[in-house]
């Protein structure tokens, strides 16, 4: 980490009462900073303005808008965005300090807001290009039709379940629901192609409603790609489909070109949108 | 908050990279203080080894025993524990600090262990003696086969639950699962009677296994009360009980006289269970 800022100030600790601690009680957001500026910005605050009425949180659009350019603006100046000018920034909103016990803290008027600087990872140009492999987690995705959707701070299931594999060659891993139906990568969204046919999982019980993901259907709806949300995505039917593909806000879109014994060419549709992705 | 430590030295922020807020990665307990000692310490720090067993949390029991010791002799020697004695100490065993992403922190050898001093909470005697008013919350509880009867940190679930009412005559709410069965309270484990059977939800797929929850289904085997783990309990079927009782580490056991509309008095072997305790 290259800097970090809680509540507008330069902060490297938060207190050990946070509700963000003590039950991931909070949401969080992933950004990529590149050429001078944040991919999907505004889709970023809005989601998480979304996630933070769902949670009740107490939420400031232009407060958290004005510090995190100030945040940008402080990190160019020290020198902190290296000379590629690509990072990462993440936002951590918190209900804040409580003592014990679930009931939200009384007269709160504010969420904590933690900013973190990261340098861009250094994922090969090879994943975007000639894709890569993935495979099936055994840990199952949490299940909450009242938190499906969110980016909150309760992660233990994509935790246990990227920590299945070491393999550095596997880049990512499919959570199933209790169903056994496909919703996820453990830090990536699905889609795949089967008759020209755009297809991801419907997040209605389990999964994050990724910001690429929306961006990948937008840009299906504006090119006049036929697109279906599924609602029990098998694994055999992704394993039938033409082309798969996964995305996040960070890494954008990567073709999936093995999943376990099974292979794939690099799609024309992926690499459609990398296309108009401007990647 | 009273007192705290971090890895053994006073201690009141924990880094923003933590784990433990950034995913919820671990776990933690909440003892009841009394007496000059925590009631049922054993089987907490047994939970709490077994827990980090499952999540692959570095864990040296002795170590964390020898902190607990000390830090309790270092709060009666401050004055802390107060004239009654009795005081909640919580334990937070957080993987530790990380950079970004899900994969585990590289040459890892020990979890960040939390302890946290409280003011006993003031509950009324009529909770014990009289009985409390519960009611069902809307949120469901997590569905997760891979952390089902953890007590891990993600607890957004029980946060939602619990701020679904202000009512403070109204102790706990019930929280089902997606086929609409019960499975917990919020901060507590559920019990109901009928025809002299002590029945709980089974916990396999969503749940806290509550440390009294275990104490109080060993009593039941000492004293010969034939004992169910239901797994799928009905809401009718905890409407038509003879007797309900919430229990906690905390409170203990409290009789359940009202939940929504449906009405019971004090059940008999709900004070069986609280004179077996000794409370």
């Not at 809005?46 to 407060?63: H, N």
């Not at 350019?69 to 965005?81: I, N, P, Y």
């Not at 993440?90 to 807001?113: C, E, H, N, V």
Request: proline letters at 3%.
């Amino acid at each position: 980490m290259k800097k970090a800022w809680m509540n507008g100030v330069n902060c490297q600790t938060i207190s050990i009462l946070d509700r963000g601690l003590a039950y991931g009680d909070g949401l969080f957001e992933t950004l990529l900073y590149t050429s001078g500026q944040i991919v999907l910005l505004e889709a970023h605050l809005a989601r998480l303005q979304a996630g933070a009425e769902r949670l009740r949180l107490p939420f400031a659009l232009d407060v958290l808008q004005n510090e995190l350019q100030s945040f940008l603006c402080e990190a160019e100046a020290e020198g902190l965005l290296g000379h590629s000018g690509a990072a990462v920034v993440k936002i951590i909103l918190s209900r804040g300090i409580g003592g014990r016990g679930y009931a939200f803290p009384q007269d709160q008027s504010a969420s904590q807001r933690v900013l973190m600087l990261f340098d861009h990872p250094s994922y090969s140009c090879s994943n975007r290009d000639e894709g890569v492999a993935i495979r099936f987690c055994d840990t199952p995705v949490s299940v909450n039709t009242a938190l499906a959707g969110l980016k909150h701070l309760n992660r233990l299931d994509s935790v246990m379940a990227r920590n299945e594999w070491s393999d550095p060659h596997i880049v990512e891993g499919l959570m199933l629901d209790d169903g056994g139906f496909v919703i996820e990568g453990t830090m990536s969204n699905l889609f795949i192609v089967k008759d020209d046919v755009l297809i991801t999982p419907l997040l209605h019980r389990a999964g994050v409603e990724g910001v690429m993901r929306a961006h990948v259907l937008n840009l299906a709806d504006q090119h006049k790609v036929e697109t279906r949300i599924k609602v029990n995505l098998r694994t055999e039917q992704l394993l039938d489909a033409d082309e798969v593909f996964i995305c996040n806000s960070v890494f954008g879109v990567w073709p999936v070109t093995q999943l376990e014994s099974k292979q794939w060419p690099v799609g024309m549709l992926t690499q459609a949108f990398q296309r108009w992705m401007g990647s």
